[in-house]
């Protein structure tokens, strides 16, 4: 009998290995270690090979084991099971481009990864010059998935006409935003879909060098990915000889130091450089003078392991998917507290009610929706009477939100906004570069002014203009989007919830 | 770490100085293990693209910190000035200088986490965590749809309660 655990680190972190283990002592039993289907709520998910296709129980603890062996000779149900996982709803309701492979092998199975499709965009796009290859990208519409949301088929264009001696790829892979996991999800769970995609890319602007910066918080995906840049190199897809093509790409992986602004992209290129991670003023824009102060593309893990698929099917393909212009899919991260937390790689355009409701649950507390963080920790806070809006670029934006990395973080009513504002403020001030006076010292005053505003008295209209004022010199003096939007959180809280400040409460919004 | 060789450029006058003050006895003050430690990062480390971060990393493995002593060797075997190599150490979140207690809970802090009583944790272990126990701020783990969560000993644990806290905690304790 063949079972399926995944190894992923949230399923490892809630007991997956020791599951595995009490499977594994089964002689019958023939345990594989696979990527996670991003159902964490229930993991570990045990996955058991039928003839129907795979059925799922969990979440299973050890304890639970020897039982659901037991049924499992009998054909007894188990109250954990969860029937066929292909027709569980919460799948069924997705459409996963990038996350195709989500639970189905070993992460490392490189036979497994050419035998899903793999490797079929890197082909492709050997046929191509790096001209058509960026104009496929562009086609695509696909754009940066780190948050910023720029036409990544653009940077590429302005990195392939800069001419120089040396070009690098860059990968993002700081993932610091609270609330997200899409991308250590791709390089713990299908690392060879990033790895072709950089491939492309470096292929795509004249790049035989690429970079992957890791954060040191995620242990896993740096151990898995270097795995597999071995693996990769030695089968001859990474390397001085791509695929036999005489074209050559090279992958370093660097590991960072706990510092968030190294997901700003400058910070980054420093820290890659072996520096500080200070921020550098643009321009010269990266995509001119970048890392080692050559002509680099940046991009995010999600961005970079979507190029397979545009490669292999196609942008025109690719651009079908999602709304305005917001093109092909997002995998949302629905996390904090929520009932059914997990991966949800949709189209653009679903709202976040049916995100938090329809796949969520509500709350895994059973308390109401009060507010959620869309983006991050610099992203704004919106009010459960805010839940309609589309989730597309311009479209959440005119509404106050900010999509980002896809991110989704709900609080239930017992949240304090106003110790929120306070943590937006403290968490800017612990991770400020230091580089501009606006983050550096307008972050650490936010806090003092804040907790003078909610301690009350008789000069809490003075408080709140400084306040107002603060934000303000923050948004518009700030180097980067680290002091530049860490107003962003603290006045959508006043805004919204003036009450937890000690304020007059706010009307209701129009429905 | 006599055996170090300078990678000089033009930098001649200030290169001497390093030379003195690294060829020279205050390197003694590290011990045998740390030399050990930083001589190894060096050599596997010194020729890499921006290799002060993956050199510091490699020390941290070793060690659980980076000797302040150490940061004359490594500036040396970098060409970077010692207070370069001060500034990144100082800079970044993870080096620590001194070696951490016999446990280390790293406990996320962020939003998701705080969404599901985090703050709760953080408290529970400024009361009661024992004098053995390094406890530091994390700013996500990405298990952040099992929150809260933490690295304990290098090990990560999701949908952690004061309960479970207080399990790892006892366990801490049968390992005196």
């Known amino acids: ?511 | 770490m006599r055996d170090v060789q300078p990678i000089w450029t033009n930098e001649a006058s200030s290169g001497a100085l390093h030379r003195v003050r690294c060829a020279g006895e205050s390197i003694v003050s590290l011990s045998a293990l740390e030399n050990t430690a930083v001589r190894d990062a060096i050599a596997a480390c010194a020729h890499l693209a921006g290799a002060c971060l993956p050199l510091l990393h490699h020390v941290h493995d070793a060690l659980g910190y980076v000797p302040p002593a150490a940061v004359p060797a490594i500036a040396l075997a970098l060409n970077l000035s010692q207070a370069d190599v001060h500034g990144v150490i100082s800079f970044y979140h993870d080096f620590r200088s001194a070696p951490p207690q016999r446990h280390v809970v790293r406990l996320c802090r962020a939003e998701a986490c705080q969404a599901m009583g985090g703050e709760a944790l953080s408290l529970q272990l400024k009361r009661v965590a024992p004098p053995d126990v390094t406890v530091e701020p994390v700013y996500c783990l990405g298990l952040c749809a099992s929150a809260p969560a933490a690295m304990i000993d290098g090990k990560l644990v999701a949908r952690l309660s004061p309960a479970r806290l207080d399990k790892v905690l006892t366990g801490f304790a049968g390992q005196r």
């Open chain 1, 1 to 511: 009998m063949r079972v399926y655990v995944p190894v992923d680190a949230a399923a490892r972190a809630v007991g997956a290995d020791d599951v595995a283990t009490a499977l594994g002592s089964f002689a019958a039993v023939d345990v594989v270690r696979t990527s996670s289907r991003g159902m964490f709520w229930i993991e570990p998910l045990v996955e058991v090979d039928t003839p129907a296709g795979r059925v799922a129980y969990g979440p299973v603890a050890t304890e639970d084991v020897p039982a659901l062996i037991e049924s499992l000779r009998t054909g007894a149900a188990h109250p954990l099971g969860h029937g066929l996982i292909q027709t569980h709803p919460w799948l069924a309701g997705q459409r996963r481009l990038t996350f195709a492979r989500a639970g189905l092998h070993d992460p490392l199975d490189l036979g497994a990864y050419a035998a899903t499709g793999g490797w079929r965009g890197l082909k492709a796009a050997l046929q191509l010059d790096g001209a058509a290859i960026v104009e496929e990208v562009v086609r695509s519409g696909l754009r940066g998935r780190g948050g910023a949301a720029f036409p990544a088929g653009i940077k590429w264009r302005t990195v392939l006409a800069t001419p120089a001696d040396q070009k690098y790829i860059a990968c993002n892979a700081d993932e610091g935003d609270s609330g997200t996991f899409a991308d250590r999800m791709v390089m713990e769970g299908d690392p060879y879909l990033l790895i072709e995609g950089m491939i492309i890319a470096g292929l795509a602007v004249g790049a035989d060098q690429g970079f992957i910066y890791i954060r040191s918080e995620y242990p896993d995906a740096e151990r898995v990915f270097g795995e597999a840049v071995r693996r990769a190199t030695s089968a001859g897809f990474l390397g001085p000889n791509v695929l036999d093509s005489g074209r050559a790409f090279a992958l370093h992986l660097r590991r960072g130091a706990g510092a968030y602004i190294c997901g700003e992209e400058t910070a980054m290129l420093e820290s890659l450089e072996g520096k500080r991670g200070m921020v550098r003023p643009k321009p010269p824009l990266p995509a001119v003078a970048g890392l080692f102060g050559q002509p680099t593309v940046i991009n995010n893990v999600l961005t970079l392991a979507a190029i397979p698929t545009i490669l292999d099917q196609g942008g025109v393909f690719y651009a079908e998917f999602g709304m305005g212009r917001s093109r092909g899919t997002l995998p949302f991260q629905l996390a904090g507290n929520i009932k059914h937390g997990g991966l949800i790689e949709v189209p653009f355009g679903l709202t976040l009610r049916q995100l938090i409701y329809d796949f969520g649950g509500g709350t895994a507390t059973g308390r109401p929706v009060r507010a959620v963080q869309v983006g991050g920790p610099l992203g704004p806070y919106l009010p459960a009477a805010a839940l309609d809006t589309p989730l597309d670029y311009e479209a959440f934006a005119s509404a106050g939100g900010m999509i980002g990395h896809g991110g989704i973080v709900v609080f239930d009513d017992t949240v304090d906004m106003a110790v929120m504002a306070r943590y937006a403020m403290e968490f800017c001030a612990i991770e400020s570069c230091g580089k501009c006076t606006p983050c550096r010292i307008g972050s650490v005053r936010g806090v003092e002014v804040i907790d003078r505003l909610v301690a009350g008295g008789p000069r809490r209209d003075a408080q709140l203009s400084l306040l107002r004022d603060l934000c303000d010199t923050l948004e518009q003096g700030s180097l980067c989007a680290m002091g530049g939007m860490t107003p962003y959180p603290v006045r959508s809280a006043l805004q919204h919830f003036p009450e937890d400040f000690g304020l007059p409460k706010a009307p209701p919004l129009p429905a």
